[in-house]
């Protein structure tokens, strides 16, 4: 990206902003980036905790600022500013991570296009998607959801999968398998090849609140969240017992129709709050984050 810094004005100016100055204060470095998330942030009303929302309480979006006109390290930068750990209400050291779920939607709610999600995401999603695994302690996920987005051994190297099966139909001799990146979680009564790494949870099916412990027990690291990253059927499930503490959810600005699941998929209604902590544009994407409100 071409760009100039103008100090006697204290703006950038910048190719593909057409011109237009982006308005900050200080320094070009951390206080632009900080600048811009500022600006395209719509948070809570000021009676939120607003060092949880890492000082920022700016209810509007300027036109012509969003995530797409950063380069790819400017955006690294920009994701770590914007996301943190969800904090749980009356937590304590000894119990489980937040789980966060990370889901990109259609507008009509699709979650996958021709089996995958990948026509429905972006270059900037896809930065989101792979810092909020570099953040966590480990990311969990379903064996449909592994096989269908065709996982691969992750790049990262901090970067560990957990891999929720309740039938143990998964290519134990492909090279994610093979890496030590990824971790099966089945119960007792499914087999699983000596050379894989195993936590049991449940006898004959997947006890999900067992999991949710046993993978902490496993994996934690002080604050670290444990990023999930579905199926519908495996966010749907831990839902069911109140266990998803925030969602970083993408919107692509696309119409699917069609018989495409859900972000979650399960038998029985269960009406829960969440609170929004902010919308980040990034060209016709919008990335909302929301954190559970157990208070209604």
């Not at 998607?129 to 570099?134: A, C, E, G, T």
């Not at 972000?263 to 009406?271: F, M």
Request: glycine share 8%; with cysteine; aromatic share 4%.
């Amino acid at each position: 990206m071409d760009r100039k810094w103008t100090s006697e004005k204290g703006v950038w100016r910048t190719k593909k902003s057409r011109g237009k100055p982006i308005k900050i204060c200080g320094r070009p470095e951390k206080r632009r980036l900080s600048s811009m998330i500022a600006a395209v942030r719509w948070s809570q009303p000021s009676t939120t905790n607003l060092e949880h929302d890492r000082g920022v309480d700016h209810r509007g979006a300027p036109d012509g600022l969003d995530l797409e006109q950063l380069d790819d390290d400017e955006l690294v930068r920009a994701i770590d500013l914007a996301y943190g750990p969800a904090i749980r209400d009356g937590a304590t050291d000894s119990d489980a991570p937040p789980v966060e779920m990370s889901m990109v939607t259609s507008l009509d709610g699709s979650v996958a296009v021709a089996g995958g999600s990948r026509a429905l995401s972006s270059r900037v999603d896809l930065a989101v998607l792979l810092r909020l695994r570099h953040h966590a302690c480990v990311t969990l996920v379903g064996a449909g959801t592994v096989r269908s987005e065709d996982y691969a051994v992750p790049t990262d190297p901090t970067v560990r999968f957990a891999v929720v099966t309740g039938q143990g139909d998964l290519d134990w001799e492909s090279a994610l398998w093979r890496s030590g990146h990824a971790t099966a979680v089945a119960p007792e009564s499914v087999a699983i090849p000596d050379h894989v790494p195993v936590i049991r949870a449940g006898h004959n099916d997947i006890d999900i609140t067992t999991v949710v412990q046993r993978v902490s027990e496993r994996f934690r690291s002080g604050t670290a969240p444990i990023h999930l990253e579905g199926g519908p059927k495996l966010n749907a499930a831990l839902h069911d017992h109140d266990l998803i503490d925030a969602i970083n959810l993408t919107i692509s600005p696309t119409l699917v129709a069609g018989p495409s699941q859900r972000a979650l998929d399960g038998p029985t209604e269960r009406l829960r709050h969440f609170r929004r902590r902010h919308v980040l544009i990034a060209g016709d994407h919008l990335l909302t984050r929301w954190e559970r409100d157990r208070t209604c």
